[in-house]
């Protein structure tokens, strides 16, 4: 087991009916708040709602509704300009990944001295310029949206217009002070955000299980039960939205997916570096992308820790193990995740977005330019080949 440290200081208020104190938490943050989130209606109740509490507590605040999928720096500068001439003291996100993510760089914007915005960004890995913000306003922040656990970590991840990438920024300061985590504003979800969230928060876990450490039997299991959990509770909500134990199983899921506690002694994501290049040249949504990478990297890495593979297809897919190899156990787990997902309406091909075999060697160089490290890998156990990564993608058509 891989030595860590580990710090989370992000105060979790979890539960249905919890959002009723978001008025209350602020005001333990400041007294202006910059409200960061979509312009497209799809929190319109949500917000009306939030400027009731903040105003019943005493809070001055103004909503910046400019948030898009894959928010793009250039969106976040105006926003740090907007919260300046408002006098921000802190920031509230409110939304799914994007708007939180916005809001934590549009916190750290504020503060920011050194230079353009983009400077924040891990932009090469194998050329690190960045430059992480050492400070940022308090952080509020409030997922509609079960997926990136961006309410309890430290990154923010964003894209650039101009420059046509997409990476993240990594800096304590970006942990929220406070998260308010109720399931009862994931009820009116669309079914395919829904599906896409968990297959999102699976992503994160299951990342970790098959490229991270070779020995850790507690993380594993750990790991394994998250997964477990998502695939057993989604089609509960898909069948009933408004399910109250299912969706808190799936928000909690996807808070603890990515809040530390499913990765320490591991910090492998390489499966999410192709996501970030079908989300930057093809368009494909973020889960969606990881729908489609997840059975493929697993098909063509299955033979390097078949063991590994014959748990997840036991403990997770609910695979009968009886008379069976851990070759043929992890076929079977593969081909059932595949089909889980297609059920749950999420694309698992290339070819479903549009993408061909003629498309690969620039989705290829897409990843190399931003997430291939010094030694000209992408970092994973085993490291991964430009060559390999083709492999991968053609499995993927």
């Not at 985590?181 to 968990?198: I, K, N, R």
């Not at 000209?376 to 991964?384: A, K, T, Y």
Request: hydrophobic residues 45%.
């Amino acid at each position: 087991m891989n030595g860590f440290t580990y710090h989370n200081p992000v105060k979790v208020v979890f539960g249905n009916g919890t959002f009723a104190q978001a008025g209350e938490e602020a005001a333990k943050l400041g007294k202006r708040a910059f409200v960061v989130s979509y312009g497209d209606g799809s929190v319109a109740g949500t917000l009306a709602r939030l400027a009731e509490l903040l105003d019943a507590a005493g809070v001055a605040s103004e909503q910046f509704l400019e948030v898009v999928p894959n928010p793009p720096i250039e969106m976040v500068a105006r926003g740090v300009e907007r919260a300046k001439a408002f006098g921000a003291d802190f920031v509230i996100g409110i939304g799914g990944g994007s708007a939180m993510d916005a809001a934590k760089a549009v916190a750290a914007g504020v503060l920011y001295t050194h230079g353009d915005l983009w400077n924040m960004v891990y932009a090469s890995h194998s050329n690190v310029t960045a430059q992480p913000p050492e400070s940022a306003l308090p952080l509020l922040l409030i997922p509609t949206l079960p997926a990136t656990g961006s309410e309890m970590n430290m990154c923010s991840v964003v894209s650039s217009t101009t420059r046509g990438k997409k990476s993240y920024i990594w800096a304590d300061c970006l942990f929220a002070k406070t998260a308010i985590l109720d399931p009862e504003l994931t009820y009116t979800l669309p079914p395919f955000q829904t599906a896409c969230g968990s297959v999102d928060a699976i992503s994160h876990v299951l990342e970790i299980y098959i490229n991270g450490q070779d020995k850790s039997d507690l993380l594993h299991e750990w790991q394994l039960g998250l997964m477990r959990t998502i695939v057993e509770n989604l089609p509960v909500v898909l069948k009933n939205p408004t399910d109250p134990d299912a969706r808190a199983e799936l928000m909690w899921c996807a808070t603890c997916g990515l809040n530390g506690w499913a990765s320490p002694g591991d910090a492998w994501t390489p499966m999410h570096q192709v996501g970030h290049v079908l989300t930057s040249r093809h368009g494909i949504n973020h889960g969606s992308s990881l729908a489609i990478v997840m059975p493929a990297w697993m098909d063509y890495h299955k033979a390097l820790k078949p063991a590994r593979y014959a748990a997840f297809a036991r403990k997770v897919m609910g695979i009968c193990g009886d008379g069976k190899t851990d070759a043929q156990l992890a076929d079977e787990g593969i081909a059932a995740f595949r089909a889980f997902i297609k059920e749950c309406g999420v694309p698992t091909t290339l070819s479903e977005k549009g993408v061909t075999e003629a498309d690969i060697p620039g989705i290829v160089e897409g990843v190399k330019s931003v997430s291939f490290n010094a030694d000209g890998v992408l970092s994973s156990n085993p490291p991964v080949t430009a060559e390999a990564l083709a492999e991968i993608l053609k499995k993927a058509l």
